[in-house]
């Protein structure tokens, strides 16, 4: 299941496998030229729009790395993350703590850096060497600290995906219920009943 949502608008689609050709099937965000807000999947990054990625997800991925493994940075940047998003929200975000903020926010992902270094090749296997996670985190969010710290700079774009967290809850409950379709048409049927009634209800129209 694949949906793309916004306050008054949402789209479900059905298809038999993630990837490009699933978005290119719903045909909306490959002509999107808006921003996107995601969990950092790397399709999203085929498409042609801005892209911001959701600080929900990034807060729990820094939970793990504090609570599991250990990694201080992980904890400090975390706590700095959901004190300026607060400040936000409050109004009370200004652009000298914005900018202490980023400073402190590169430093940190150094930290992580410093604290995971690469994992050594191992002879004779092919493909990418395994990396830990704290290395995964770290340089993703510096290759795309545009579309981490998007939030801070454009006031339009939320600081997390939860619009669309929301939206996939009915079709969490139909498959808890019935476990599935019985074929691909019943569940492109569901989608598309689905996308008119979240849609209306958006909208406050009556169903």
């Not at 545009?146 to 939030?151: E, Q």
């Not at 219920?177 to 598309?192: I, M």
Request: proline share 5%; with cysteine.
């Amino acid at each position: 299941m694949h949906r793309v949502s916004c306050a008054q608008l949402t789209l479900y689609g059905h298809y038999p496998k993630w990837g490009f050709a699933a978005l290119e099937v719903m045909n909306v965000l490959p002509q999107f030229k808006g921003v996107v807000v995601h969990d950092a999947w790397g399709t999203y990054f085929q498409l042609l729009g801005q892209h911001a990625l959701c600080g929900a997800h990034l807060l729990r991925e820094l939970r793990g790395l504090a609570e599991h493994h250990g990694q201080v940075w992980a904890r400090e940047l975390r706590d700095a993350l959901r004190a300026v998003c607060h400040q936000q929200k409050e109004g009370t975000l200004t652009p000298k703590i914005t900018m202490d903020f980023e400073v402190s926010f590169d430093a940190l992902l150094q930290a992580g850096l410093d604290a995971n270094p690469p994992a050594a090749l191992v002879p004779g296997r092919q493909g990418r060497t395994q990396q830990t996670p704290g290395r995964n985190l770290a340089p993703r969010c510096q290759q795309h600290r545009l579309a981490v710290l998007r939030f801070l700079h454009d006031e339009g774009v939320p600081f997390d995906n939860n619009q669309a967290e929301r939206d996939i809850r009915p079709w969490c409950v139909k498959r808890k219920v019935s476990g599935g379709f019985r074929s691909d048409e019943d569940g492109q049927h569901f989608a598309r009943i689905r996308s008119y009634i979240s849609t209306l209800h958006k909208q406050g129209l009556n169903v």
